[in-house]
């Protein structure tokens, strides 16, 4: 039976348990502040021709990285060449159901606490759906380190705009970060903190059609 369930992958814990913190024992993750030079999104990590000049992101949708889970080892050797890299920024919109949302996080606290294991400089990327996600989605983030956000979709109406204010105000009380990388444009909540601004793709792309 053990033998059977080592050949399976059962969500990966066939790989490694992480004892976790929380009511869902969420793994956690180290804090620490890294130089990186240049962003990319992680579509763009495996033609990167000058990888220990850049960081990855994943601010795109979920597909584009979901192997990464399904197959988390084949990527270790490719990630340890960048100067950094985010956890996953799987979905918790806030049409999800709860459980879907956490699962989510734990997913994407699972991948980064395996890359720290195994040598990679990890940064954290916090996001939440509505307060009532305050009671889980800080579990396992590190405090006074470095982190990522994305503003990008939050600032489109006034509800969306103010639940990203809320959860930008509690991560800093809780978390204190040194450093923030916002993905996307700096709202005026962010305005006075140390924010390191990496523009979206779609303000590249319409700056290179200007």
Request: charged share 25%; hydrophobic share 35%; aromatic share 16%.
């Amino acid at each position: 039976m053990q033998i059977y369930r080592q050949s399976r992958n059962y969500e990966n814990l066939n790989k490694r348990i992480f004892e976790g913190e929380g009511e869902y024992n969420i793994p956690a993750l180290d804090s620490a502040v890294f130089q990186v030079d240049n962003w990319i999104s992680f579509n763009y990590a495996k033609g990167c021709e000058e990888p220990d000049q850049h960081g990855i992101h994943f601010f795109i949708d979920d597909y584009q990285f979901i192997r990464l889970w399904k197959d988390p080892d084949r990527y270790l050797p490719m990630l340890a060449k960048f100067q950094a890299v985010c956890t996953p920024d799987f979905s918790t919109y806030t049409d999800f159901p709860k459980a879907i949302q956490i699962y989510n996080h734990y997913r994407k606290h699972w991948l980064g606490a395996y890359w720290q294991e195994n040598g990679i400089n990890v940064i954290p990327t916090i996001s939440w759906s509505d307060e009532d996600s305050f009671e889980w989605c800080f579990d396992g983030e590190p405090a006074g380190g470095m982190v990522a956000v994305s503003s990008v979709g939050t600032q489109g109406n006034r509800r969306a705009t103010r639940l990203f204010e809320l959860g930008y105000a509690e991560m800093k009380k809780r978390l204190a970060p040194a450093k923030i990388i916002m993905y996307g444009s700096v709202p005026e909540c962010a305005e006075d903190d140390d924010i390191i601004s990496v523009k979206a793709f779609q303000s590249k792309w319409r700056e290179t059609e200007d």
